[in-house]
């Protein structure tokens, strides 16, 4: 368990480091201070959260998850309200006259979401083999973020957060028979809804029919290819002054590959995949129920948002918007992935195999005490 948790720290530790390197690096392209302060400033928010949320017993979270759902709900509803629209879509919230912070509603609602579902799994296990107890409860959980996130919209956190808590239930012991149904239903609905979008439709369609991609992934592949085996040099890359856009955020993994070349983004791609092994062995040990699905859904989190943002900025899927964990600009995911480690960190700290770790009583500790002589 000592190595899970430490090799687990290292990785996140690495990647938050690499992060803040290379939001330098994406910043020397904009004039101000703001691309390379505010990494800086979310990060030490996010390790203070990670501090506080491993030193404390994870069990406390499992009491605040009802109100944690409705407190991400509330926000989600008042987004599509009062939010920022940016791009056609409203998922920012702005407080006035403070124009640097804005706070993205859907990252708490990941984190919400799974905590609630991990204490409804721990809470009713003998009712989640059934229809009722494993599709309907927490399906309505579940469908009332999801639909949410969706009408911002954001296809990409939603298609995220719906293939974790599939995860989750499945561990939890739905059966995959009535799961299956469901999927499948969304996949059809998705769909159809897809038609109804020009937008997004014909980003599928030319990620579908032009085997290279469109123009942001087609400069995404040629910075990766530019880099070669050990890159251009740290700042030296060019993809970054305005060929490849988004690439302080959802497409920086290209501008890594260019200026640090394959052997740092394959070493990127090596530590999630740690992480997620790292993740999914201390859930798997945890002294609960509650700490197995909690554990679960926050390493299929990391593992799938890390995976599907190196997918779409190497043409395997199509784009989607989401930010690469730790790495990409963004001080709510940021913090929203820390506090996911210090939860698998908290969840390590009290797992069977740490039982193990303290001092065994030896063979004379268990002998009792030799009378006293008269």
């Given at each position: 368990m000592k190595l899970a948790t430490t090799l687990l720290v290292v990785c996140a530790g690495g990647l938050l480091t690499l992060g803040l390197v290379m939001s330098f690096s994406a910043g020397m392209t904009v004039s101000g201070g703001r691309y390379t302060l505010m990494p800086a400033v979310w990060c030490g928010v996010g390790l203070l959260a990670a501090t506080v949320v491993a030193s404390v017993d994870y069990r406390h979270w499992q009491k605040a998850a009802w109100g944690l759902l409705a407190v991400a709900i509330a926000l989600l509803v008042l987004v599509l309200w009062k939010g920022e629209e940016l791009n056609g879509a409203r998922r920012w919230l702005r407080i006035p006259g403070v124009p640097w912070f804005s706070l993205q509603p859907s990252e708490l609602a990941k984190l919400a979401l799974i905590v609630a579902l991990a204490n409804y799994g721990d809470r009713y296990q003998r009712e989640i083999p059934g229809i009722k107890g494993g599709l309907l409860i927490p399906g309505l959980m579940v469908g009332a973020v999801l639909a949410l996130i969706f009408k911002e919209p954001d296809w990409g956190t939603t298609i995220l957060l719906g293939a974790v808590s599939g995860v989750m239930l499945l561990v939890a012991g739905v059966r995959w028979q009535h799961l299956l149904p469901i999927g499948l239903i969304a996949a059809v609905g998705l769909g159809l809804m897809l038609q109804q979008n020009?937008?997004?439709?014909?980003?599928?369609?030319?990620?579908?029919?032009?085997?290279?991609?469109?123009?942001q992934t087609q400069m995404s592949i040629g910075a990766l290819g530019s880099g070669g085996l050990t890159g251009v040099g740290l700042g030296n890359g060019m993809q970054k002054y305005g060929y490849v856009p988004y690439h302080e955020s959802d497409f920086i993994f290209p501008v890594i590959g260019e200026e640090l070349g394959l052997v740092c983004t394959l070493g990127v791609l090596a530590a999630f995949v740690a992480i997620l092994l790292c993740g999914v062995y201390i859930a798997w040990h945890a002294r609960d129920v509650f700490g197995l699905l909690?554990?679960?859904?926050?390493?299929?989190?990391?593992?799938?948002?890390?995976?599907?943002?190196?997918?779409?900025?190497?043409?395997?899927l199509p784009n989607k918007g989401l930010s690469l964990p730790f790495i990409s600009r963004g001080g709510s995911n940021l913090v929203v992935m820390l506090v996911c480690v210090g939860l698998l960190v908290a969840i390590a700290r009290r797992s069977v195999k740490a039982e193990f770790t303290e001092p065994a009583l030896t063979v004379m500790d268990e002998m009792p005490a030799a009378p006293a002589c008269s």
């Open positions: 020009p937008n997004r439709l014909g980003r599928v369609m030319d990620w579908l029919n032009n085997p290279d991609g469109p123009y909690l554990g679960t859904g926050l390493s299929f989190l990391i593992g799938l948002q890390a995976f599907i943002n190196i997918a779409v900025v190497t043409n395997v």
